[in-house]
């Protein structure tokens, strides 16, 4: 039974680009959560969502941030308009319901240059 | 609004014990989480507390007091392979499972 998939591992996007990260959650999880780490920072919560539906999104900046989690394929963060300020990992992590332990994915280390 | 204090780095030798504490400001406390994060890897899930008392599984035992907002992760029988950074986490009633972090205290085990 495979883990959380976050790819890629590493993304690098010049200033003004977008990026796409991806997540697969484990098999039979359909709950999904966002995390960001900011070096020497804890993990921020960013958004949760279960299939085709998101249920909190309190933690995702007004602008240039969506997240999907679609009936068929992984869930994708977007990020639109990179800035050097959106550089951080960014973690994955499923559950199979909401509130019970969840399991983290190895996350995408995003540099925007 | 919610704030969660761990130290920021501890050190301890090969074959002893640590406690690494972590107090936290919350309202509607619903479970407290300890997590272990290897430098540039993935939070891996240690314990779970929602009921005052001590938890044990193997060598790590976790402790939550919720009148004093305080749990404790204690390591027994330090492994060199133990030294990571050791996240307390707290959930919120009605936050519908997301959780909020501490910074994490990073722990260097010396031989």
């Known amino acids: 039974n495979a883990g959380v998939m976050q790819n890629p591992r590493h993304l690098v996007r010049r200033r003004g680009q977008e990026a796409r990260l991806r997540c697969s959650p484990m098999?039979?999880?359909?709950?999904v959560y966002w995390y960001r780490q900011l070096p020497e920072e804890g993990l921020k919560f960013m958004v949760y969502l279960q299939k085709e539906n998101i249920i909190d999104e309190s933690g995702m900046p007004k602008e240039r941030f969506s997240a999907e989690f679609p009936k068929e394929g992984p869930s994708i963060l977007r990020i639109q308009q990179v800035v050097r300020g959106d550089s951080a990992a960014y973690f994955c992590?499923?559950?199979?319901?909401?509130?019970?332990?969840?399991?983290f994915g190895q996350g995408t280390r995003l540099t925007v240059v | 609004g919610q704030n969660i204090d761990q130290p920021t780095e501890m050190t301890a030798t090969e074959g002893a014990i640590v406690q690494i504490n972590c107090t936290y400001q919350?309202?509607?406390?619903?479970?407290l989480f300890w997590y272990q994060q290897h430098a540039g890897e993935a939070p891996t899930f240690l314990s779970y507390n929602v009921l005052d008392g001590l938890e044990e599984k193997g060598r790590f035992s976790s402790f939550l007091s919720r009148s004093k907002g305080y749990s404790y992760l204690l390591l027994k029988e330090l492994q060199m392979k133990d030294s990571a950074s050791y996240l307390c986490?707290?959930?919120?009633?009605?936050?519908?499972?997301?959780?909020?972090f501490g910074k994490g205290t990073k722990l260097s085990v010396k031989p």
């Open positions: 992590a499923s559950s199979p319901q909401g509130g019970a332990e969840a399991f």
């Open positions: 919350t309202s509607g406390f619903n479970g």
């Open positions: 986490a707290v959930r919120r009633r009605g936050s519908q499972g997301n959780l909020i």
């Open positions: 098999k039979g999880h359909s709950h």
